[in-house]
């Protein structure tokens, strides 16, 4: 959720840029610096930092809790894998989205950021974010946690097989 916040915070940052660079006269000038200040960059980072840290902590608790103990490894490496294919998928997006809006109004024009449309591409990552954030909420809303009792039985199997490590190396 918190990502989401991010998203639409890049977008309004976005935008606010695109407003002093034309208040400016700018517009047309794409090596020139804007005169914003770089601390208008720091509550898009301070939340993708959040979030970086909620998500991570939480997905990688829920695996070690959830995750049979001989699976633990495994479901966290495909946890890593999964946000490697993540990063693909939205350099797969930077590209259709340059391909198909074409030249006159790209959104990530290759020449001068200033006639592009970034804040619109934001906007599209936030949309699929929300709907990640939809599909996450149902996916939680019909996960059956695993009982109690296995996870103490499994502590309790871990503290049993410490102890005899124990007594063999003594």
Same mark, same amino acid.
């Given at each position: 959720?918190?990502? +989401? %916040?991010?998203? $639409? /915070?890049?977008?309004?940052?976005?935008?606010?840029?695109?407003?002093?660079?034309?208040?400016?006269?700018? #517009?047309?000038?794409? /090596?020139?610096?804007?005169?914003?200040?770089?601390? %208008? #960059?720091?509550?898009?980072?301070? #939340?993708? $930092? @959040?979030?970086?840290?909620?998500?991570?902590? $939480?997905?990688?608790?829920?695996?070690?809790?959830?995750?049979?103990?001989?699976?633990?490894?495994?479901? /966290?490496?495909?946890?890593w894998i999964a946000i490697a294919m993540g990063n693909y998928v939205s350099t797969l997006?930077?590209? @259709?989205?340059?391909?198909?809006t074409g030249e006159r109004r790209n959104w990530l024009p290759d020449r001068n950021l200033n006639r592009g449309r970034l804040e619109?591409?934001? %906007?599209? &990552? +936030? $949309?699929?974010? &929300?709907?990640? @954030?939809?599909?996450?909420?149902?996916?939680? %809303?019909?996960?059956?946690?695993?009982? @109690?009792?296995?996870?103490?039985?499994?502590?309790?199997?871990?503290?049993?097989?410490?102890?005899?490590?124990?007594?063999? /190396?003594?």
């Open positions: 959720m918190v990502d +989401t %916040w991010e998203g $639409g /915070t890049r977008a309004l940052i976005e935008i606010r840029r695109k407003n002093v660079a034309k208040d400016y006269d700018l #517009l047309d000038r794409p /090596t020139a610096v804007i005169p914003i200040s770089v601390f %208008w #960059l720091v509550p898009q980072h301070v #939340l993708h $930092g @959040l979030a970086e840290v909620v998500m991570v902590v $939480g997905h990688l608790e829920f695996l070690y809790d959830q995750s049979p103990e001989s699976m633990r490894s495994t479901a /966290t490496a495909l946890y997006m930077v590209s @259709l989205v340059h391909k198909y619109n591409y934001y %906007w599209l &990552v +936030t $949309g699929v974010q &929300v709907l990640n @954030l939809i599909y996450s909420v149902i996916c939680a %809303w019909f996960y059956k946690c695993k009982p @109690l009792n296995e996870m103490i039985d499994e502590d309790d199997a871990n503290v049993e097989s410490v102890k005899k490590v124990e007594l063999v /190396t003594n």
